[in-house]
């Protein structure tokens, strides 16, 4: 199937070919996101349509760009690049093309964005010590002339990581959502220092969600009891 290329300016949620971008798409695309290997059978039962829907689909997915590619997702400790960092650019305004095209030769680096606030652009990089992360800020992007400061920050734990996201994905969630909602409890919430069991302090047995603040003299008076 033909791409229509002109099509660029498009409304969101249109694929170039004419069709509309609709549930049975993306949950196709949701699919994918759990298995790119998948067959076109599964793939079939697993959204609910018939073998020859489900291929036609996805190459029009393919054919218009959503799907952009299929690569590998890796581990990467085991690949021995256990150490990320987040490196925060501060650009020469007028050598944007020169910062642009210098970063292009560095193969550690991951993934690059421009941003708006104090910094002009973010780095992420993959290395396998701390060491090479200093190297790197110190002898590298520090002599390139478009980069006038930077600010590195290490990142301990990646909590989440997703192949991409959907708009599916909210909506399911806000289903979710108003199902876990739970009835209005009849009983009133004790006010602000009360109903605390002995070795609770300040904001033990408050709901989820919610602090209490205590002023100092208060806090300095709680300390002097408990001593």
């Not at 997703?162 to 009983?187: F, I």
């Amino acid at each position: 199937m033909s791409s229509n290329s002109g099509s660029g300016g498009g409304a969101t949620g249109r694929i170039g070919i004419g069709l509309e971008l609709d549930a049975t798409h993306l949950k196709i695309l949701e699919v994918l996101r759990d298995n790119g290997r998948v067959s076109v059978s599964a793939l079939a039962e697993r959204v609910g349509i018939s073998r020859a829907n489900a291929y036609t689909r996805f190459e029009a997915l393919r054919a218009d760009g959503v799907i952009k590619r299929f690569t590998a997702e890796i581990d990467h400790q085991r690949a021995g690049l256990g150490i990320v960092a987040l490196i925060f650019v501060t650009v020469r305004q007028q050598m944007w093309r020169q910062f642009r095209a210098q970063l292009a030769q560095m193969p550690e680096v991951e993934y690059c964005a421009i941003t708006t606030g104090q910094h002009d652009a973010m780095i992420q990089v993959r290395m396998a010590d701390v060491a090479e992360v200093h190297a790197m800020v110190t002898e590298r992007l520090a002599n390139i002339p478009a980069v006038k400061a930077t600010e590195t920050v290490f990142i301990l734990d990646e909590v989440l990581r997703r192949p991409y996201v959907l708009p599916s994905d909210r909506e399911r969630d806000r289903g979710r959502g108003a199902q876990r909602r739970p009835a209005p409890s009849a009983s009133p919430e004790p006010e602000q220092g009360q109903g605390q069991g002995p070795g609770q302090g300040p904001g033990q047995g408050l709901p989820l969600g919610k602090m209490r603040f205590v002023g100092a003299a208060e806090g300095r008076a709680a300390l002097r009891d408990e001593s």
